[in-house]
């Protein structure tokens, strides 16, 4: 199985940044796609970014496109997700994820991080 190990939350003023890691190890033979979900309390959890293995494709959610950057230098390196202008409405736990498939989709995921606390404040 993969383990998956993120780092990087914390507190930050609204319209700041941060940038989170994810590394991974285990089984990663036949990861195709990593990538991060969020759940804020009370509601479900949502797709924000993915990468491919190779990281030449990127997906992102319409609510962080343009803010959000989701990257790695390669197979061997942590995948990243570089948070810009961040608002209030992404005070959640984010959860790096990783798929066999080639789409990050939540019935897809073979392992999960366990979670990193993102908290913005206005």
């Known amino acids: 199985q993969v383990q998956l190990v993120e780092s990087g939350g914390g507190l930050v003023q609204a319209g700041g940044s941060l940038r989170l890691s994810c590394a991974a190890s285990g089984r990663t033979f036949g990861i195709r796609t990593m990538g991060w979900f969020r759940q804020a309390p009370g509601k479900e959890r949502e797709f924000v970014a993915s990468?491919?293995?190779?990281?030449?494709?990127?997906y992102y959610a319409d609510s962080v496109k343009g803010r959000f950057t989701i990257s790695r230098d390669n197979a061997k390196n942590p995948v990243y997700l570089q948070m810009n202008s961040l608002e209030p409405g992404g005070t959640a736990v984010y959860y790096c994820?990783?798929?066999?498939?080639?789409?990050?989709?939540?019935?897809?995921?073979?392992?999960w991080g366990q979670g990193t606390q993102v908290t913005v404040s206005s």
């Open positions: 994820a990783a798929a066999s498939s080639g789409q990050l989709r939540m019935e897809l995921i073979d392992g």
């Open positions: 990468i491919s293995w190779s990281g030449i494709s990127t």
